[in-house]
């Protein structure tokens, strides 16, 4: 596909429903007692692996658009499906599953694309095996055979919200407490939601206690705009000259907004504005303005708020003036693709200064870069960071495979070229 260039970038758009929120609404109102009904739901194919998953589990579960509906059949509800599980590309779908399954009465298998197959579920299936799971194979296809839980004390190695997520949905059906010790904070939804439901869930600053729970109440919930493709659009406003663009009902939960405090630390002009909050999420109106970037030095805990950002902060990096350097950020080598290498090599491509390093990269801003035929390695966050690069670039790019945005954000070159004005 040929990268369309756009001149500046005005108006106001919204992004589609936050991912991490709609993967763990559907899996929750699964295992509640009652309808959950569930408004701006992500419709990418992530989240609709997630519902296809629960459905060969026999919950009954319809889409209209961005509203769906879960019938939960409670805790210990779920059926045996009758075939193996398949979670397409989506890690978050393939790690939370196996929380979930591990302490029912039936067993199961779980695979999915070739990406997923590639990547490490040890550090899932290590903590939950201490709890008593049974868990054959380190790397998709897992099987998995249910069985009875104990709680279990257990410090995180590094910090995910899979990994926390996954252990705290098992310690649901684990007998006594099951605590886990973050080192540093990483994104909450989990934690919020089931607090709503009526778990039996406590948080006392990096400590998260759970202990087996009868039953869960169903959600009424409204998912507010995911700031993971705000991202994309907050770079593209604040490096592309005459712009101004205003995402309107952002998620900006304080474990995700690591992409804001970066881009303020730049010297990027941001307001939020109309503050909110629904089923214990922060919203807000988030408007980005041209701006002069500095470099800067991004690491330590503020990583876990924006890893997934990663890649766009680079492109901002790219047009900041002076050095950035991104480290401690060894997670990104084992998302859908290794991030590290996978930005390094091509902006390479059109000539920046960049070079990569055991734990993230360094980036030396401000020199004109040209045009190039990028590869996006099927990553969804690939293809829409390398889209805003390519656009103060000089001459033509490419990119070798768009649909792969569809993972997060269906829409998003269509929203993207809308603020060409």
Known sequence: MDIKKIKKARGTIKVPGDKSISHRAVMLGALADGITSITGFLNGADCLSTIDCFRKMGIDITIDNNKVIVCGKGLYGLKKPSQTLYTGNSGTTTRLLCGIL????????????????????????????????????????????????????????????????????????????????????????????????????????????????????????????????????MVLGAIMPNSEITITNVGINPTRTGIIDV????????????????????????????????????????????????????????????????????????????????????????????????DGMIINGGKTIHGADFKTYGDHRMAMSLTVLAQLADGSSTLDDNDCARVSYPSFFDDFYKLDK
């Open 102 to 233: 591990a302490g029912q009465r039936f067993d199961t298998s779980i695979t999915g694309d070739a990406s997923i197959q590639k990547r490490p579920m040890d550090r899932v299936t290590k903590p939950l095996t201490l709890m008593g799971a049974k868990i054959v194979n380190d790397r998709c296809p897992l099987y998995i055979t249910g069985t009875q839980l104990h709680g279990i004390d257990y410090t995180m190695p590094v910090a995910s919200a899979q990994v926390k997520t996954a252990l705290i949905l098992a310690g649901l059906y684990a007998e006594g407490k099951t605590t886990i010790h973050e080192l540093e904070k990483s994104r909450d939804h989990t934690e919020l939601m089931l607090t709503s439901m009526g778990a039996k869930l406590s948080v006392d600053s990096l400590d998260i206690t759970v202990e087996k729970t009868s039953s869960l109440q169903p959600l009424k919930a409204d998912i507010p705009g995911d700031i993971s493709s705000a991202a994309f659009f």
């Open 263 to 358: 881009l303020k630390d730049m010297g990027a002009d941001i307001t939020i504005e109309n503050i909110h909050y629904s089923a214990g999420e922060s919203i807000a109106d988030i408007t980005v303005r041209s701006s002069v970037l500095q470099g800067t030095e991004i690491g330590g805990d503020i990583i876990p708020k924006l890893i997934d950002e990663l890649p766009v902060i680079a492109v901002a990096a790219v047009f900041a003036d002076g050095e950035t350097i991104i480290k401690d950020a060894q997670e990104l080598k084992v998302k859908e693709t290794n991030r590290i290498r996978a930005v390094v090599d091509e902006f390479q491509k059109c000539g920046v200064d960049i070079t990569e390093t055991d």
